[in-house]
């Protein structure tokens, strides 16, 4: 029975499809991806630079094919890119945008892309670009002017996996990659009634029920019903394929959806029929990360690195899981192998950072200039001036600051902010409220420079440039939760606007529900309007998402005006162990216990 999809499956995706099943087995596990040029464009020649540039610019340029030359293509798009905004050049934008969608970069493509359509509205080059980026790549466009209907198009797709079942072939690769052909699709609940509609004829393939499985996971979005027709599906494969890790893992990953405790009870139930399987112990070993059981975790990744000691993957898992314990000795050791192994800067990184933690700060700085790769590698700059600053080298760190090659408009605005942290970490406030402006005048509407402009007017008791600045913040970017957030709390916090704070970060907790500052606000605002019990509540959960001394604050002062003093006194002291100097727990246990 023929029936009419509510939209239109873009040809591409059965295009892809098609390619995908007459395809290798090898050639089966690999996605249709769009087709970029064959190569990245080589640097500009003297011959290609605009003239006339100021010293910076050219600085900027020049750094942008020094970034190419050396294979950080991101970079170096970036670069051209802004250069060509503020130039109007035609030829930059042309090469911002061909860089930028060889390497997959979607969003400066995109902006590259448009600026070369402004410069050169005749030009087909950018339009093609924006349509690839528009349709999902270049294949994307294959069926305009001529794509079949959608009852067509299903009438396709049964006849290809009609064709597989009867060459003997199977169906099992073909439903295994039908999600993947229509991952591009906007429509995730057509997308499932699509693939649940082709599996029909296809009861006893297991992978044609974890396709259905997978489909509804994915349309979750849509309609939460999803979640139990996935969950039926998934084990209707398994009842077919008891031992399939793969979809033991869809079916951990549907449960999650509910309780991360019910996917770590069915993993580890799995793995009693299945104790060898690595996938099913790295994805039980993930869940107990998000229930903070961190030793166990790292428990699982040493007993995988053991049995697999060329796979990266389990060190690096080790290593993080020992550095998240704080577990100094053991995540250097790891850190330092991984590193003589070849590296992408992540390992030097860490034990950059754990130089800090540990107080070596020279040898901080040290590690933190040797790491040289990328984007770390910024990151890295931007830590020393920190380290300085705790040694007490003020000057030293600003001028180190100024002296870094700040090349796009991102990382102009990540010095401000490092420079200015330098300078609230001294104590200097107002100095560090004025270098923000500073950057805030020169980046008159920077989301993270009004943010920080704010927090900072905040404890300079400059409240109306604090609710200025973050109720601009909002007006770029409403749904923030963050920004609604530390809006709705500075009302709450510092003024008698209570119930108006309060309906801000009501607002911030629908976007993220479960955010721990997020609900630590909402608890401090149900506080203020005294409702103790329901305060209670959000706090408690704002505490065990993340132990914090500021939430630590708050819950323990809610209990001791409930009565509860000596279960807040415990919560206190929790806190005092790991933050003994913290002010806002300091001051609210001195101000009660008077």
């Known amino acids: 029975m023929s029936m009419s999809f509510p939209f239109r499956l873009r040809f591409a995706a059965a295009a892809a499809f098609t390619a995908a099943i007459a395809a290798s087995p090898a050639a089966l596990a690999q996605p249709a991806p769009p087709a970029p040029p064959a190569s990245v464009p080589a640097p500009a020649s003297t011959d ?9 610019l050219f600085y900027r340029l020049l750094l942008g094919d020094i970034a190419l030359q050396r294979g950080d293509a991101a970079l170096a798009a970036r670069a051209y890119l802004e250069v060509a905004q503020e130039l109007k ?25 448009t600026l070369w359509l402004e410069l050169a509205p005749d030009a087909e080059r950018p339009q093609q670009i924006l349509a690839a980026l528009a349709g999902g790549g270049p294949a994307a466009r294959e069926g305009e002017g001529g794509a079949p209907a959608e009852a067509d198009l299903k009438a396709r797709l049964e006849k290809l996996l009609a064709d597989q079942a009867l060459s003997g072939t ?16 906007g429509d995730k609940a057509a997308v499932y009634a699509m693939i649940r509609d082709l599996a029909a004829p296809y009861a006893s393939s297991p992978e044609a029920h974890f396709a259905v499985s997978l489909a509804a996971l994915n349309a979750v979005g849509t309609d939460p019903a999803m979640v139990a027709i996935a969950l039926e599906r998934v084990d209707r494969a398994l009842a077919l394929k008891p031992d399939w890790d793969r979809a033991a893992l869809l079916k951990s990953e549907i449960l999650a959806k509910r309780s991360t405790d019910e ?25 107990y990360v998000e229930q903070k ?28 899981l020992s550095y998240q314990l704080k577990d100094w000795p053991a995540a250097e050791a790891q850190f330092a192998k991984l590193a003589a192994n070849g590296d992408d800067g992540t390992a030097q990184l860490y034990l950059a950072q754990i130089a800090e933690e540990t107080k070596r700060y020279e040898m901080a700085i040290t590690r933190y200039k040797a790491v040289t790769d990328g984007d770390r590698a ?45 300078l609230r970490e001294a104590g200097d406030s107002a100095g560090a ?9 020169e980046f008159p509407d920077a989301p993270d420079l009004l943010y920080d402009v704010a927090m900072l007017a905040e404890k300079l008791d400059r409240l109306d440039v604090a609710e200025a600045r973050l109720k601009r913040l909002i007006e770029l970017k409403p749904d923030d939760p963050q920004a609604l957030n530390a809006l709705g709390y500075t009302l709450v916090d510092r003024t008698a606007r209570t119930e108006e704070g309060r309906a801000l970060i009501e607002k911030a907790l629908k976007l993220s529900p479960d955010d721990p500052f997020i609900l630590d606000s909402m608890g401090w605002a149900l506080f203020k309007l005294g409702r103790y019990d329901d305060a209670v509540v959000y706090l408690g959960r704002a505490y065990a998402g993340r132990p914090d001394a500021e939430i630590a604050a708050h819950l323990g002062e809610v209990l001791w005006v409930k009565g509860e003093r000596e279960r807040a006194k415990e919560i206190w002291a929790a806190q005092l162990k790991d933050a003994p100097d913290h002010p806002v727990l300091l001051e609210t246990m001195r101000r009660l216990s008077r």
């Open 48 to 56: 290609d630079l605009p003239t006339g540039l100021s010293a910076e």
């Open 89 to 113: 050049d035609v030829r930059l934008a042309r090469r911002a945008a061909e860089i930028a969608y060889a390497t997959r970069q979607r969003a400066t493509a995109e902006a590259a892309a």
């Open 170 to 185: 199977g169906v099992a690769d073909a439903f295994l990659q039908l999600n993947r052909a229509f991952s591009r699709q």
């Open 263 to 287: 996917a770590v009870a069915y993993l580890s139930a799995f793995l009693k029929t299945q104790p060898d399987s690595r996938p099913i112990r790295g994805a039980l070993a993930q869940h």
């Open 293 to 320: 059981r961190l030793a166990e975790a790292r428990t699982i990744f040493e007993a995988l690195a053991a049995e697999e000691p060329d796979v990266r993957e389990y060190a690096m898992g080790v290593a993080i």
């Open 378 to 422: 910024w990151l890295a700059k931007l830590r020393v001036a920190a380290v300085l600053g705790k040694l007490n080298r003020i000057d030293e760190g600003r001028r180190w600051l100024a002296d870094l090659p700040a090349v796009t408009i991102d990382q102009r605005i990540q010095v401000r902010q490092a420079e200015a942290s330098l």
């Open 433 to 441: 409220y004025a270098v923000l402006e500073q950057g805030l005048a």
